[in-house]
């Protein structure tokens, strides 16, 4: 019997045929151990063993053969992270049919776009919400919940003889189609083989080994291709176990129930975090006096171990006790047992990163895309470069063009775009290069730094070149911030649009002895200059054509309902653009004519 830290999981993708394998061929000592657990309608959390989980997968891809599903149709799932998302897209798998994720967050146009697009055949849904997008659709629907008729009837059906027709795909037949979060224009359907992501799932477990007592914690959405492979199919290859949160908005309270030992999260979560951490500081100077302690000492322990190092003598007395006054309180809050947080979808600010690792927290930033099943890089636990997305993993070849932009090759790398032969020719090279689309830098250890995306690159009128993310990510460094987009193309100087967390900056206002907000606040010039001041400190390192001169606060949040980020949280600059157009516009006009 494998001792329960050993991964075993590298050596199960490695040798895995097809992507259903990492379930349903599974050693004998994991049939009875939990695979996922999930909350049902009374609060009550419930576990599901790999040998009921498989059985449910079997008798689904069973039903999916009767209604004539054949190896490489496509067939759509819509809904929030589940068990029967989880066994719908393994039942889909083993019968060789071509699974497609539509997110839950996307309005019914884009949702009915992907599964036209694909040419699906048949839609696996979640009932309610999620299937009123799909009103007068006319696919055939078969819904996640019900007595009869649905996901967990035919799961639960033990009529079902144990036989299916279907032959197991092979590595190279195509797995499923992800469709790229689009911020410009309509998404594209990614071509991704059972070769492709399981190669990844050996890469990724190359750079970070995951046990079979690790717990995961999953809530970002199944259907993007970072938790689909890394917090999906990655943990069946290693015998761990996956609890689904209820909702993003329940995380505090669900992380200290199912005390998760790895997470998956985008730069958000560890934002607010960030956010909140700071938001408690400011009433009490004893309160950030000793968080300060906390954090300087922190890092230098964090430094210090990176070289098989530790504090000792007083230092390591009072970090004993800083740690249990600061740090534990946050890490419970977390569950208390917390490996690791894996961090991709966007660059994670380096001020974050330290932040948590001060607090002893292991976060490792990451990088990839859709189109390379996604994860490329991850830093290491034995050497985390906090301001890095770390160095390739395992199988994989990276080299920088001559304008700086990344290019990848490896076995993750997609097959290509979905009937989509020109677009895919712009990206992937006759020698098989990958034209990721980010200006990155690599160190002399090989360590990734993003800069920004090579087609958001903006340009001053000047010919300044300015990487609106970097500009961004100091901005909302300041907890009165909660986004910010930089605009300026063209023009001869920066401003930036911003969503300001209005509590927070009624706080610090007071704090300057300013009584209320003014009524106007969000135009009132002299915020705006107090507001710039404290923005220009944050930013003070960058060079001086980087440096926002003029402020735009704008009411609405930035979200996916309004079509202003994507599903990973991301800006859709056009998008938002187009949005305050108008106000743009008269802002810069009023400005440059003075």
């Not at 809904?79 to 719908?88: D, K, Q, R, S, V």
């Not at 059972?194 to 999953?218: E, K, Q």
């Amino acid at each position: 019997m494998n001792s329960p830290r050993v991964c075993i999981g590298l050596k199960r993708a490695e040798q895995a045929a097809c992507l259903p394998d990492l379930l349903l061929a599974s050693p004998s000592e994991w049939l009875d151990k939990p695979l996922l657990r999930f909350r049902k309608d009374n609060g009550e959390w419930v576990q599901w063993s790999r040998i009921k989980v498989q059985q449910a997968v079997l008798r689904v891809a069973a039903w999916l053969e009767k209604q004539g599903v054949k190896p490489g149709d496509r067939v759509g799932i819509l809904g929030h992270n589940c068990p029967e998302w989880l066994i719908a897209d393994f039942a889909i798998l083993r019968i060789g049919a071509v699974t497609v994720p539509a997110y839950f967050t996307d309005s019914p146009e884009a949702v009915r776009y992907v599964f036209d697009d694909a040419g699906c055949s048949l839609l696996l849904v979640e009932e309610g919400a999620q299937q009123a997008k799909l009103d007068g659709y006319d696919k055939p629907m078969v819904a996640f919940h019900g007595e009869s008729d649905s996901l967990t009837a035919i799961a639960s059906d033990e009529s079902w003889d144990g036989r299916l027709q279907a032959a197991c795909p092979k590595r190279d037949d195509l797995a499923t189609l992800i469709y790229t979060s689009g911020t410009t224009g309509h998404p594209k359907g990614v071509m991704l083989t059972h070769g492709n992501l399981l190669s990844d799932v050996w890469a990724g477990l190359g750079g970070v080994p995951i046990f079979s007592d690790d717990v995961f914690l999953s809530f970002l959405p199944v259907a993007h291709a970072f938790e689909r492979t890394v917090g999906h199919f990655l943990p069946m290859a290693c015998g761990s176990e996956i609890a689904y949160a209820e909702d993003v908005t329940t995380l505090m309270r669900d992380m200290p129930e199912v005390r998760p030992t790895v997470m998956i999260s985008v730069p958000r979560l560890y934002e607010k975090i960030y956010a909140g951490v700071h938001a408690k500081m400011k009433a009490s100077a004893v309160k950030r006096f000793l968080f300060g302690q906390t954090q300087s000492l922190g890092m230098q322990r964090f430094e210090l171990r990176k070289k098989g190092e530790d504090l000792h003598g007083l230092k390591a007395k009072l970090w004993k006790l800083l740690d249990g006054i600061v740090n534990e309180k946050l890490r419970a809050k977390m569950g208390g047992n917390l490996r690791l947080f894996v961090s991709g979808g966007a660059a994670l600010s380096p001020r974050i990163a330290k932040f948590l690792l001060a607090a002893d927290i292991t976060v490792l930033p990451g990088y990839g895309l859709s189109e390379t099943s996604p994860v490329l890089t991850v830093n290491t636990e034995q050497n985390i470069k906090p301001a890095s997305v770390g160095p390739a993993l395992p199988g994989v070849e990276l080299k920088l063009a001559d304008d700086g932009e990344l290019l990848a090759k490896g076995a993750m790398v997609m097959r290509g775009y979905w009937q989509k032969e020109a677009e895919t020719k712009e990206v992937l090279d006759d020698d098989g290069w990958l034209h990721t689309g980010d200006i990155v830098e690599i160190d002399d250890d090989g360590y990734v730094f993003i800069v920004d995306r090579k087609k958001e690159i903006m340009v001053l009128s000047s010919g300044e070149n300015v990487p609106p993310a970097l500009v961004e990510q100091h901005l909302t460094h300041d907890p009165c911030i909660e986004q910010a987009m930089v605009i300026g193309e063209g023009r001869t100087w920066l401003a930036a649009l911003l969503i300001v967390n209005e509590e927070q900056l009624q706080l610090y206002w007071r704090g300057k002895k300013q009584g209320a907000l003014p009524e106007n606040w969000r135009e009132d010039s002299a915020l705006h200059g107090w507001l710039l001041k404290r923005i220009r400190h944050e930013s003070h390192d960058l060079a001086s054509y980087m440096q926002v001169r003029k402020l735009l606060v704008v009411s609405e949040e930035w979200t996916q309902l309004n079509g202003c980020l994507t599903p990973t949280l991301k800006l859709k600059r056009r998008h938002i653009r187009a949005l305050h157009k108008e106000e743009i516009d008269a802002f810069y006009a009023s400005s440059e004519s003075k």
